[in-house]
């Protein structure tokens, strides 16, 4: 009997270099484990037809079809000037629609005498567009030949009834990435069980060998039912044992409690308040004080819709630690949002920010701002107000976890859109305190419950649902360009009015527009069907000259973008906060935190070239004051195709939580046919965040039970070496968005 290659194998001895190197440059794979980890993206049924109707452009995709006809051209051309040129176009179909293959040249001898009609086969290639009809040129292909044919034809023996189609690439087809797995296979009895036996046998988990067999080597649809239920667990599990030991981990840290003091600096400022805090407000102020009152670091997540008063929260907070004798420091991911949130802030605190100053209330405290831009003077007082305490509260950007930033005592740590801030950033500036303090995350990106607990899954988690009293509701409305032209020229006048009535405006381009732009990379996160008139997205240059030019004449007009520098950002960023300029053309850089309470209406051009989360945040930005606001999504993408689907959504609906579900299974099913990942290996294999919530949550509980009875799993020798595998390959990627 051969020897079997143990997992850690390295993939060239197994398969030799040269499929060895493809696999690792292409797919990521480097040893056996990985190979037979990865998993098929789907099965084709022998007999049945890909649905060809739905392929996704210039995608490799991988299609099981019939040959409907094949011709012959021959041709004259430069290299075969006496009409020898030969092209082979064969039309493959599904009974759903068809689709050209073309081969050209030497390539025409082989599949003009395999691909004959009434033949099927298995192609495999990029799907472009040419007049205006759907065609892989050159692609690979394989033919599946019936039972009563060769019973040792390759394809036949390791695909049984159902044809496993690997996430695969231009370079390595899936019924090759099959045939290699066809060859490491019988390894799959070594692997090792990374779940409790008892946790396995009580939910009636198959062996992970038979879910490896499974999933490569299905006979029946209950068998790949049995792999992914089995895998989905392992994946689940393991992650969630990796933030479980991290959450154990912060909670045998110290800290200082910090309890605000009945008649102090909390007391006045509530005080002070024009209006009264939502129920939502004061329930999440609960969990957060509780959490700053224990002998242990606070790791809370807030998320909350724009809008909802996070900022109001993480204030209350702040001041309570500031009450306890702390300082509390807020990270903020730019320089203009710092601005903002110091401005608010001191705006709302009055006379409470004026600490050491004459009109200072009793209990106030010093409230400084810390950027990477400010002059060495203010730098200077900045720093020393700091060490010495005599600041309670810092708003600042990156510019605060720096080496010469010291704190007095630092108490509390906000850190503001989390995405933007790495683990290692958070660590640092914890390393300023005495002790680890408090850590206060907030996000205005609405993040379902399982991705909060797999993405986030070290932090508890606040939501804060409701919007205050006074905010208004904004209007969303998708505008067709293309078939409705009259409706753009209408959504112009709507800008008009707004401005007439004292009000401004943003319009929002997926791309800048000046040279060094790459068209290509514009838009990202776009669905594939957005690519087949290849217009380049709409850009802000250009858009605002022509909206100067036409039909916003007279009215005033700024552009604003991410390669400007900095104090020219600011300074149109101030001009339209006063009230200066009526239009603000600008790319997506206002997405995140400007406040103009006066702009009650957004226009987003080529809205399709945005995510559904993006659109949401973007919405955000109008109808913050007592004006309603108005959101206008405008695309060209014709009535039935998945991006107005998309859009539709996105006008039908204000909840950013339902929103975030679409935007995920959106994505998620995007993957289905194409290489959204071709070898770009997710971090998730088989989990889909959103349907499977359930494993999540009690994949969760039982981690935390794990990790309690032994954080250093020294029983479960199996579970810690597939921990150190995907901390390994998930480090960088992925718990590090944390």
């Not at 209990?363 to 400084?368: L, S």
């Not at 409305?477 to 293309?482: E, F, L, M, Y």
């Amino acid at each position: 009997m051969d020897l079997v290659p143990a997992l850690d194998e390295p993939l060239k001895k197994v398969l030799g270099p040269p499929t060895a190197k493809v696999m690792a440059e292409y797919l990521g794979l480097h040893t056996v484990g990985d190979l037979l980890h990865h998993y098929p993206r789907r099965y084709e049924e022998r007999g049945q037809l890909t649905h060809l109707a739905d392929l996704p452009m210039d995608e490799h995709v991988t299609v099981v079809a019939m040959v409907a006809d094949a011709r012959l051209h021959t041709f004259a051309s430069a290299k075969a000037p006496r009409g020898k040129g030969q092209r082979l176009e064969v039309t493959i179909t599904d009974g759903s629609g068809r689709l050209q293959l073309v081969f050209f040249g030497n390539g025409v001898h082989k599949p003009h005498k395999e691909l004959l009609p009434g033949t099927r086969a298995m192609f495999a290639g990029k799907v472009s567009v040419f007049n205006r009809r759907l065609q892989l040129a050159h692609p690979a292909y394989e033919l599946l030949r019936g039972d009563s044919d060769d019973p040792g034809d390759a394809v036949e023996t390791w695909a049984g009834a159902l044809i496993p189609i690997y996430p695969a690439t231009s370079k390595l087809e899936s019924w090759k990435i099959g045939k290699a797995i066809q060859t490491v296979l019988p390894s799959a009895q070594e692997a090792i069980e990374p779940l409790p036996d008892g946790l396995r046998e009580g939910r009636g988990l198959v062996s992970l060998p038979e879910a490896l067999l499974k999933i490569h080597r299905p006979h029946t649809k209950a068998d790949i039912a049995d792999a992914r239920a089995r895998l989905k667990w392992d994946e689940a599990f393991v992650l969630q044992v990796a933030l479980a030991r991290r959450r154990h981990a912060d909670a045998q840290l110290p800290a200082v409690p910090r309890r605000p003091r009945p008649d102090g600096l909390l007391a006045a400022f509530d005080d002070r308040l024009p209006f009264t805090l939502t129920e939502g407000q004061r329930k999440v102020s609960k969990e957060i004080f509780d959490d700053l009152a224990t002998e242990h670091p606070m790791h809370r997540l807030l998320q909350g819709e724009v809008g909802s008063g996070k900022t109001m929260v993480a204030l209350r907070a702040m001041l309570a630690v500031v009450d306890a004798g702390g300082q509390a420091a807020m990270l903020a991911p730019t320089e203009v949002l710092a601005q903002q949130h110091h401005r608010s802030i001191v705006e709302m605190m009055g006379e409470l920010a004026e600490g050491g100053m004459l009109g200072g209330a009793e209990d106030a405290t010093k409230v400084v701002l810390l950027t990477g831009s400010m002059g060495a003077a203010a730098r200077r007082q900045a720093l020393l107000d700091l060490v010495t305490g005599e600041a309670g509260l810092v708003i600042g950007t990156h510019a605060l976890i720096e080496d010469k930033v010291q704190f007095h005592d630092l108490g509390l740590v906000v850190v503001d859109e989390q995405h933007r801030f790495g683990v290692e950033q958070r660590d640092a500036l914890r390393g300023k305190g005495k002790q680890p303090p408090h850590l206060l995350v907030m996000t205005a990106t609405p993040i379902p419950r399982t991705v909060a607990m797999t993405v986030f899954g070290d932090l508890e988690t606040s939501v804060l649902d409701q919007l205050p009293a006074g905010r208004s509701p904004i209007a969303s409305h998708v505008v067709p360009a293309a078939d409705k032209p009259h409706f753009l020229a209408r959504a112009w006048e709507r800008v008009r009015e707004e401005v007439a009535k004292g009000h401004q405006a943003y319009v929002v381009c997926p791309r800048i527009g000046d040279e060094e732009d790459d068209p290509k990379k514009a838009g990202k996160g776009k669905a594939p069907e957005d690519e087949a008139d290849k217009r380049p997205p709409l850009a802000v240059l250009e858009v605002a000259d022509q909206l100067a030019k036409g039909p916003l004449h007279g009215l005033g007009v700024e552009v604003l973008h991410g390669r400007m520098p900095p104090d020219d950002k600011d300074a149109v960023m101030r001009r339209f906060a006063a009230g200066d300029t009526d239009v603000l053309v600008a790319t997506t850089v206002i997405e995140v935190g400007v406040n103009v309470p006066n702009a009650t209406v957004m226009v987003i051009m080529d809205a399709d070239r945005f995510g559904v989360s993006q659109l949401h945040q973007l919405r955000g930005r109008v109808g913050r004051g007592s004006a309603p606001g108005l959101c206008l999504l405008v695309t060209e993408m014709p009535e039935a195709s998945a991006a107005r689907q998309r859009l539709n959504a996105v006008a039908s609906t204000l909840d950013g939580f339902e929103l975030s579900r679409i935007d995920l299974e959106q994505r998620r099913e995007g993957d289905v046919l194409g290489q959204a990942q071709s070898g770009a290996r997710s971090s998730l294999r088989v989990l889909a965040v959103i349907e499977d919530e359930e494993v999540i949550a009690e994949a969760r509980e039982e981690a935390t039970a794990v990790v309690a009875a032994d954080p250093e799993l020294a029983r479960l020798p199996g579970l810690r070496t597939a921990l150190d595998a995907l901390l390994d390959e998930e480090r960088e990627q992925y718990l590090e968005k944390g």
